[in-house]
């Protein structure tokens, strides 16, 4: 399968505890998004890389969340004192520059659960 | 105010119905308008862009009026495959977060047998 693969699918974890969350992006798109869905909710943008380079931060990415693409590949989003609020599905997408803005293709998300 | 606002639904119609989604947006630098489609439990998946000529993809319509921030999407014959939550989608101005979709709440949609 070519397409956007995340892990885990699915993260339990109690208040208080580090997640660590990961997408591999379209092989050779250089452009990797992060959105959060809520129950309800159409996604919200969280943050953007071109290559290695984050570009764009959400106010939404509070001080708690750090995002990383350290080869221009695939990234890691890390909440860190996980919050009841931040149960969420959390989406990566990914696109190639030079196409269009909408042409993200997005993963099938990763579901936290903070008990 | 949200930036980009649609009626939630449900909408429950009956197959072969024609049906009509609207959306609101208000940023008036908006760059370019979407509609995408998610499944229960799935990512979302781009359905079609909007232009303000009007753009036409089989059974699906969509529109987009600037002067009034506002966005269609009309879905005709509809089949029961068509159950789904549609999501309208805008990007921002061109100096600005041109990169970042910013999507509506969705609408959901139940074609019934």
């Known amino acids: 399968d070519t397409g956007v693969s995340q892990n885990p699918r699915h993260k339990i974890t109690k208040r208080g505890q580090n997640v660590t969350f990961r997408c591999d992006p379209i092989s050779e798109h250089n452009r990797l998004y992060w959105y959060r869905q809520t129950l309800g909710q159409g996604p919200e943008f969280l943050t953007y890389f071109q290559n290695e380079a984050q570009l764009e931060k959400s106010r939404l990415l509070s001080d708690r969340f750090s995002a990383e693409r350290p080869k221009g590949s695939f990234s890691t989003l890390e909440i860190q004192r996980t919050e009841q609020g931040d149960s969420a599905m959390y989406l990566c997408?990914?696109?190639?520059?030079?196409?269009?803005?909408?042409?993200?293709?997005f993963g099938p998300g990763t579901r936290l659960t903070v008990t | 105010r949200k930036e980009v606002e649609q009626d939630p639904g449900p909408f429950n119609v009956p197959e072969g119905a024609t049906v009509a989604f609207n959306c609101t947006y208000s940023n008036s630098a908006s760059q370019s308008f979407f509609w995408y489609r998610q499944d229960c439990r799935k990512e979302p998946k781009l359905l079609m862009s909007?232009?303000?000529s009007g753009n036409e993809d089989g059974r699906f319509t969509a529109q987009l009026n600037r002067a009034s921030q506002y966005i269609s999407l009309l879905i005709r014959d509809s089949k029961l495959s068509d159950s789904a939550t549609y999501l309208c989608v805008v990007t921002g101005p061109r100096s600005g977060s041109a990169r970042q979709l910013t999507f509506g709440s969705g609408t959901q949609l139940t074609v019934l047998p």
């Open positions: 909007v232009y303000s």
């Open positions: 997408a990914s696109s190639l520059e030079g196409t269009s803005v909408y042409e993200q293709y």
